[in-house]
């Protein structure tokens, strides 16, 4: 019978870490007080970190720290500084999204285990030949992944793969959401979600609201998969949620079967949003997935037993040898391996000598430990004495030794930061139009650009050779990939020159085609160490990640470029979100929109090979008050005077005659 995979659990305190542990998780992940997704959980002290690594040692867990979002220059220093620390305090990989600090991290510090965050959009095989290259040891997969698409991707990847297995689901692809950002300021790139897709629109309707998953029922075709790590979501829940939820799964996988109506029901009384879903796991992507949080739900959660904390306690062995003339010797044994120490040599007693009994109660005060002596043998001379206080020392010696068993060594080095250089400012201009249909027929508009990209399905059938580039889709799964491949080659055979990639994961298909390789947005570039990853790896261009300022894009340099007109792509979805707004017709022929509380309008239009794009509500806008260096531009919704009349304020630098969204300067 094949090994289980890990239990991962979430803490978003202390107290939870302790819950998971007493729960049964076999590895446990949290946040300090920097650089974790989940900025507003109460997240750990560097003091709480070094307890809860030690904690988690003693008792056999994995601890995982999330430093999982994006990183800007000027934080890199206290980044790398903040992930030695980790390193010495013995935490046992990083969960990161950012590759250039993972680069860095992996570089001055090679002893620490990267595991790649969902926020890096990791979802097909190539992703993972990626991250398997710079250095990682697993990815967690996208969440939108199939049984099928699992399967296969974890069969070809040469490194981990970690799935979610139950809690909240994010409507949009992980690392790929922009609106909270642009519609708040508080990016969910940076661990400041403000979940508006949790509100109604305009109608008092949730269209963006997922139910949580749980795989409770699907056990035996979960562990089919292959995935080497299965995560509960949580790290902003109570204690109580994560003993529960925790509970139930360890005995599930421990007993290799489904979920009882019973136990489905308690997961329910734990937490959920109107039930729970599969959807995306059986490919079945509808209206069923949605839910909301009733106050029903509410008070339940709010009855839930409360966590007195860890009962739990590890069994040892112990073994202890008091001869005359001999050293103290003291052996603790268990899954972890064995360790003996010795102490003082006995005297002979004067007048009460040490007898059998005391000895065995003074070797078995664990109380405060994470064990419990099962056995203990010992071996021993009548009449000897021993202090006490070296009974008890030794035994504390033995404890700690016997933790530590497994440790790794720690490797760290000093980081070094070369010396600003000049920085290239290339004057290049592209533009990507979303819809062939919109293509304006004037010359003039292609002689504005170096390069014009279509989505690659539009590409096929516009046929128009003044279009030169073609972008590939947000995400290509492992069993969409031969299509796009083929699609590939139709689009460079019909003239295409230029291709669009925001994915690592989809960079193989890209430099395959033999076209020139450029880096789209998604790509998350927010660093100068992640541009330049990008760039050795075969980009020729990168456009930058629409979050920064100015002042942090030319922190950055290079052949870069911002997005300097457009309505931002801010959630890629899986699931048709036009069908439950106004019919999926609507998102064929690019009439569909949601409306916010606010009577704010924001387009959806679809992708291939159906999903959708829900674009931000006002445009991007900089004719007036532009950035330096390359420019891109994004058109969706535009009809082809009005691109005109975009690449006409351009020239002239006109204010803005609309609602528009500002780049911030600094």
Not at 55 to 62: E, I, N, S, W
Not at 320 to 325: D, I, P, V, W
Not at 427 to 434: E, G, I, P
Not at 506 to 518: C, N, Q, W, Y
Request: aromatic letters at 8%; charged letters at 25%.
């Amino acid at each position: 019978m094949s090994a289980l995979p890990e239990l991962l659990a979430p803490a978003g305190s202390f107290t939870a870490l302790e819950a998971a542990i007493d729960a049964g998780a076999d590895a446990v992940y949290f946040a300090g007080e920097s650089f974790g997704a989940r900025a507003f959980a109460k997240n750990f002290t560097r003091d709480e970190i070094t307890e809860a690594a030690k904690l988690c040692r003693a008792y056999g867990v994995k601890s995982y720290i999330t430093l999982n979002t994006l990183i800007y220059d000027r934080e890199m220093r206290e980044v790398l500084e903040y992930a030695a620390f980790l390193e010495n305090a013995g935490i046992d990989a990083l969960i990161i999204a950012d590759m250039g600090a993972a680069t860095l991290i992996h570089r001055y510090i090679p002893t620490m285990r990267l595991h790649g965050s969902t926020q890096f959009s990791g979802h097909n095989a190539d992703a993972a030949k990626f991250l398997a290259a710079c250095g990682f040891d697993r990815m967690v997969g996208a969440r939108e992944l199939s049984r099928e698409d699992l399967t296969a991707l974890c069969q070809n990847s040469p490194i981990e793969i970690e799935t979610f297995i139950h809690g909240a689901l994010c409507v949009c692809h992980s690392g790929q959401c922009l609106y909270s950002s642009m519609i708040g300021g508080r990016s969910g790139n940076r661990g400041m979600c403000a979940q508006p897709c949790r509100l109604p629109d305009k109608s008092g309707k949730y269209p963006l609201s997922l139910k949580d998953l749980s795989m409770a029922s699907r056990i035996p075709e979960l562990l089919s998969t292959g995935a080497a790590s299965l995560k509960i979501e949580g790290r902003m829940k109570s204690p109580e949620y994560v003993h529960g939820v925790v509970k139930i799964y360890r005995r599930l996988l421990d007993e290799r079967r489904s979920a009882t109506a019973a136990e489905n029901a308690e997961l329910a009384e734990i937490f959920s949003r109107d039930g729970f879903t599969t959807g995306y796991f059986d490919r079945k992507i509808n209206a069923s997935m949605l839910g909301t949080r009733s106050e029903d739900a509410r008070q339940k959660s709010r009855e839930l037993t409360p966590f007195c904390g860890i009962e739990r306690k590890v069994p040892i062995r112990m073994a202890a040898t008091l001869r005359r003339g001999q050293a103290f010797a003291l052996t603790v044994c268990g899954e972890k391996g064995e360790v003996t120490v010795c102490g003082g040599t006995p005297e002979e007693a004067r007048t009460a000598p040490l007898d059998r009994a005391a000895l065995e109660k003074n070797l078995t005060k664990l109380g405060a430990t994470a064990y419990t002596c099962t056995d203990l043998a010992i071996d021993m001379d009548d009449g000897l004495i021993l202090r006490v206080s070296e009974i008890n020392a030794l035994r504390r010696e033995a404890i700690e030794r016997y933790a530590a068993i497994g440790e790794r060594e720690h490797v760290t080095s000093e980081p070094s930061f070369a010396h600003p250089t000049e920085k290239e400012d290339p004057k290049a201009r592209t533009a990507l139009v979303f819809r062939a249909k919109n293509l304006p027929r004037e010359d003039a508009f292609y002689n504005y650009f170096d390069v014009v990209f279509l989505p690659l399905a539009e590409y096929l059938q516009a046929k128009d050779p003044r279009v030169k580039g073609v972008q590939l889709p947000g995400a290509i799964f492992e069993t969409e990939k031969d299509k796009i491949a083929a699609d590939l080659a139709r689009a460079r055979e019909m003239g295409a020159e230029h291709v669009l990639c925001g994915n690592y994961g989809h960079l193989p298909l890209a430099t395959a085609s033999g076209m020139h390789v450029h880096g789209d947005f998604r790509l998350n570039i927010t660093n100068k160490t992640s541009a330049e990853l990008a760039l050795a790896n075969g980009f020729e261009s990168l456009i930058l990640s629409p979050e920064l300022t100015q002042a942090q894009s030319r922190d950055i340099g290079g052949n870069v470029r911002n997005i300097v007109y457009g309505r931002l792509p801010i959630m890629l979805l899986e699931k048709c979100a036009a069908t439950d707004l106004s019919g999926c017709k609507a998102c064929g022929n690019d009439r569909a929109e949601l409306i916010d509380r606010r009577g704010k309008h924001f387009p959806i239009l679809r992708e291939e090979p159906h999903r959708n794009l829900l674009f931000n509500s006002v445009p991007t806008y900089a004719a007036d008050r532009p950035p330096r260096g390359g420019q891109h531009f994004l058109f969706t919704t535009e009809k082809p005077q009005e691109m005109l009349a975009v690449l006409d304020a351009y020239e002239r630098r006109l204010p803005p005659e609309y609602d528009i969204r500002r780049i911030k300067e600094k």
